[in-house]
């Protein structure tokens, strides 16, 4: 028998286990979140995604709440848009949003709760901010803009394990800190970019995409990573030929939406100009360029000739940590069972 809930009067099915947010987000409906992803869990702490359950004397947060046959939630009555728009305005007031120049303008979940609920100015003001943080080598943090949703303190800790993130001090001076509140160019941080992906708002910003594009004049293009053999799927953030940034494939194996800080930040070997384009065979001390076929050709007979006069064991083969595990695959084939010899190896073996 299937079970139901009722959403704003329309009734939708849910499999056990479901959270109300849950059941919202896969029939399109929109209830704003900030401390809640897909990755780190229900975290219950920003109240932006309360709503109201018939027979619950208290608003309840969605990202938590697990639903049951026949419950009827109301996902925009005044009770639940108020107690939102308090959130929100104080989140707001609380922090340096300056929309108009921040990095993430147009891809924040708090700019879009405010959008959602109409808030176009703060209706509190807190004069007290910090200083930037620019120590670090790929990564500003500017904790004004911190809404305390701890979102990048459980990617730190328990899904990158680097453990470098967490909240500190007490009250109304409580914040998050690196190590022990050091700068984070001086702490642990390995520059995973983990926090960057996280957050909902702009605390952590890439560096290297600074001022190169706007959120909505980037197109996204996936690809795989070429720095190992993982295959990490990446999303290119382009602007014309030209990478902006890189973010992890949400959802995605083998990373899910994890990345080394080569792979997030690495990008740039793609427009040296040292980069080889075609291959090189080398005539006397030069080398001249070549085609594929010519120069695989020249492999093949070099390969044969030596086979011949030396025997196979007088090959021997290195393949790439650049390539995926399926060439170092084929290539060990090739080596034992095409030419006939166990000298292979792999250049990332310790």
Aim: proline content about 2%.
């Amino acid at each position: 028998m299937n079970k139901s809930i009722f959403i704003d009067g329309q009734e939708f099915e849910f499999k056990d286990g479901q959270t109300a947010l849950q059941v919202a987000r896969e029939n399109g409906l929109y209830i704003p979140t900030l401390c809640y992803h897909a990755r780190t869990g229900p975290a219950s702490m920003c109240r932006v995604c309360v709503v109201e359950v018939e027979g619950a004397r208290n608003l309840q947060t969605s990202c938590s709440l697990m639903v049951t046959d026949g419950m009827k939630i109301q996902t925009a009555s005044q009770r639940v848009i108020d107690a939102r728009k308090m959130v929100v305005n104080l989140l707001l007031a609380n922090g340096n949003h300056d929309c108009l120049s921040c990095e993430v303008n147009g891809d924040c979940e708090l700019q879009d709760a405010a959008y959602h609920l109409g808030i176009e100015t703060p209706a509190f003001l807190v004069e007290e901010y910090e200083e930037r943080d620019d120590s670090a080598a790929f990564i500003t943090r500017d904790s004004n803009k911190c809404i305390q949703c701890g979102r990048c303190i459980v990617g730190c800790n328990d899904l990158v394990v680097n453990n470098v993130l967490d909240f500190g001090y007490r009250g109304s001076g409580m914040k998050v800190i690196c190590d022990a509140d050091l700068p984070m160019g001086q702490s642990s941080c390995v520059q995973c970019g983990e926090c960057v992906q996280l957050c909902p708002v702009g605390v952590f910003i890439e560096k290297k995409s600074v001022g190169k594009a706007r959120r909505w004049e980037t197109n996204i293009v996936r690809t795989t990573c070429g720095y190992c053999g993982v295959g990490c799927q990446l999303e290119l953030h382009m602007k014309g030929q030209q990478i902006v940034r890189v973010t992890g494939v949400e959802g995605a194996q083998p990373n899910q939406g994890q990345l080394c800080v080569k792979g997030r930040y690495g990008f740039d070997y793609i427009y040296s100009k040292d980069r080889l384009t075609t291959p090189l065979i080398r005539e006397g001390e030069t080398f001249r360029e070549a085609s594929w076929d010519e120069a695989l050709d020249l492999v093949a007979s070099k390969f044969k000739q030596i086979i011949a006069e030396s025997g196979p064991h007088a090959l021997a083969g290195l393949s790439s940590a650049r390539t995926i595990n399926e060439d170092s695959y084929y290539m060990q084939r090739l080596f034992r069972e095409t030419l006939g010899t166990n000298n292979i190896d792999h250049c990332a073996r310790v």
